[in-house]
């Protein structure tokens, strides 16, 4: 599959009827197998990156560490632990690299939100590839990619290449239904409706897949819906799969935790109170939490996706962004790659709590790392951490300290999206605005030294974990559902939510004015 760089958009027949005149019903099975379906895939995407982890940064390091070996590599290792973290996060950029340059390029959330975000069905018998979903046989080579990137250290989540593989799924489900449905003479007059089928089965495969991995059953449909739209808000064709892709989604959720996680409770584990003291929030520092936050969130948003743009622009030159990649020299994007790979490599070296999607970890920059980072599910061992900048699994004493960690998990996440390694930015972005805040908080506490020890403080830290992801995705009312049902229930939400909504809505505010460009490419 090859797709054009450029932002044209390809005109539909003026003959055929647009989403907003026409209708179309998805039959309740086609619904429920495409849940079912996309939450399995979802549901085994996660268990393959947590056996993953495990294997590779559990299991080798500790035959690494122990014993005496001939071997000068192993030597090497053993007596500087922290090089096997260089070691993997080259060589796994490598091998991505090298494996993307055998593959056509994927389908991912930018072609997804491209696609879904133009309100007419896309029906034109021009070949524009860019516009067309393409075959699920690019799910697997997606899933794999992604996957080895996310367990090489990168920091770099999941929850985007779900967007992409439920979406391809459902597309493709929406394909078979249609050729079995629809006879040839029927087929050129059914156009619009098999469009406009596939994008209600990319919305609820997208849905049932983000669902299955999170397993969150409502904040994943409502990302799926939000994420096609420049603003806050959701498009016309996300108007047309809302309740397939939540039907979509509960079906999905239920075969899950009913016939394979019945036994495990149901709830958040994340703690946002560890260090505050039990106390009240006035309206005057709801409003300043949320409009500040919302707008610190925005700027960081913003420097974020326009860092990705200068970057790309020093890695990969004009005529590597525009050439046929049948003719590009893939030997030189292979070595950029690396090159990349090896820079974060040095940067997880120095700030070992960077490394990963986040999600594993996230409770170690909620909290300041008062959790240390090894007792969560993606700690290393502490002696691969002993070339850390900032010691790991010591509470953040100071604000510099926590800007360090937040300039670095910043430079991971920019890095590797303009390296083009697969992957999203979901969870990284959370704990990028975590480490943001606790330097906020901490440089505060000089002028308001109850500030850490107050609700203030872990409101504070939701809201601008919210803004920044928000000014990304322009998903605010998908990602105040994120943190809430991923809190512990010991979180008092009904005191943090408030602030966390004002700030994911300014955030969106302040960002399509800041600047006309955004992360994703919308067709509208």
Known sequence: MTRNDDNGISSTKSDLPSSSSTDIQVPLSLTLATGILTTLLGFAYAKCMKLGFRFIWKTIPSYFLRGDSTNVLLNLIRKHPAVYILLMTTCGGASVAYLSSLLPKLYTAHDYVHILSRDDPVVDDVNDEKDVFPSARFIWPLMGLCLLTSLSGFS???????????????????????????????????????????????????????TGFMNLPM???????????????????AVKSWSTSIIASFVGISFIRGAMMSSIGIGGHFDYISRAAVGAVSGRELIAVGFGCGAGGAVAGTCFHTAITFIKRLIWS???????????????????????????????????????????????????????????????????????????????????????????????????????????????????????????????????????????????????????????????????????????????????????????????????????????????
């Not at 050129?188 to 469009?195: A, G, M, N, P, V």
Request: charged share 10%; net charge positive.
């Open 156 to 210: 770099l989540g999941p929850e985007a290449p779900m967007v992409s593989v439920g979406s391809l799924a459902g597309a493709s489900l929406a394909r078979k239904y249609h050729r079995s449905t629809i006879n040839e003479n029927e087929a050129k007059s059914s156009l619009s409706s098999k469009s406009l089928l596939e994008k209600t089965l990319a919305y609820a495969g997208a849905a049932g897949s983000i």
């Open 219 to 237: 904040a994943g449909p409502i990302f799926a819906l939000e994420m096609t739209s420049r603003h806050s808000g959701i498009s016309g064709s």
């Open 318 to 524: 004009e005529k590597s962004t525009t050439k046929d990649s049948n003719t590009e020299d893939k030997f030189t994007g292979i070595l950029r790659k690396i090159s990349v790979a090896l820079i974060i490599g040095v940067v997880s070296m120095w700030f070992p709590q960077t490394m990963f999607w986040g999600e594993g970890s996230l409770q170690c920059m909620i909290d300041g790392q008062c959790t240390p980072f090894s007792a969560t599910p993606h700690g290393l061992p502490t002696a691969m951490m002993h070339w850390a900048k900032v010691n790991p699994n010591v509470p953040i004493s100071s604000w510099f300290a926590a800007a360090q960690i937040a300039i670095a998990k910043f430079l991971a996440i920019t890095l590797a999206s303009a390296g083009k390694y697969p992957g999203g930015v979901i969870f990284p972005l959370l704990s990028n605005g975590a480490s943001i805040s606790q330097s906020l908080i901490l440089g505060l506490s000089n002028i308001a030294p109850g500030l850490p020890n107050s609700l203030v403080s872990p409101m504070t830290v939701m809201s601008f974990m919210a803004a920044m992801l928000t000014s990304i995705t322009r998903t605010p009312l998908a990602t105040c559902l994120i943190l809430a049902m991923t809190a512990s229930g010991i979180t008092p939400l009904s005191v943090l939510l408030p602030g966390v909504l004002l700030a994911s809505y300014t955030s969106v505010f302040v960002s399509e004015r800041l600047s006309r460009a955004s992360f994703f490419e919308y067709s509208n």
